[in-house]
Nanobody, 127 residues
Framework: QVQLVESGGGSVQAGGSARVSCGVFGYISSNYCMGWFRQAPGKEREGVVLIATGDGSIYYADSVKGRFTISQDNAKTTMTLQMNSLKPEDNAMYYC????????????????????WGKGTQVTVSS
C-alpha cells in the first residue's frame, strides 16, 4: 500500500514563491508516474507537473512551464514542487498522486488514471 502526504503551500502574494512537498510511504514501481495536480474552486482537477519514476522524464503544463519545477530525491521518498512567479490563477488545492497512467511511455494528465492520492495542501495566491 502506498501513502502520499503533502506538506507546504500556504498563502503568498502574486509574484511570490511557494513550495509543496510530497512524502511517499510505500513502494512505487519504476513504471509509475507521479505528479502534482491541482483543483481550484468550481474547476476540474488538472495535471500540472508529471514525472516518470523510472526514467525521470518530466511533463509541465503550459500554464506553469518556466515557473514551476519538480524534483525528486534519489530514493523516491520525497517529491517537491517549487513554484515561482505565482499568479492568482495558481490558487488551488494541490495534490500529489501516483499511478500507471501512461500512453506510449509518456505520463498522462488524466487524474482518473492515478491510483494513489494525497489529501492535498492549499496554495492561496492573492493579487
Amino acid at each position: 500500500q502506498v501513502q502520499l502526504v503533502e506538506s507546504g503551500g500556504g498563502s503568498v502574494q502574486a509574484g511570490g514563491s511557494a513550495r509543496v512537498s510530497c512524502g511517499v510511504f510505500g513502494y512505487i514501481s519504476s513504471n509509475y508516474c507521479m505528479g502534482w495536480f491541482r483543483q481550484a474552486p468550481g474547476k476540474e482537477r488538472e495535471g500540472v507537473v508529471l514525472i516518470a519514476t523510472g526514467d525521470g522524464s518530466i511533463y509541465y503544463a503550459d500554464s506553469v512551464k518556466g515557473r514551476f519545477t519538480i524534483s525528486q530525491d534519489n530514493a523516491k521518498t520525497t517529491m517537491t514542487l517549487q513554484m515561482n512567479s505565482l499568479k492568482p490563477e495558481d490558487n488551488a488545492m494541490y495534490y500529489c498522486a501516483a499511478g500507471l497512467n501512461r500512453y506510449r511511455g509518456s505520463c498522462q494528465r488524466d487524474p482518473a488514471g492515478y491510483k494513489y492520492w494525497g489529501k492535498g495542501t492549499q496554495v492561496t495566491v492573492s493579487s
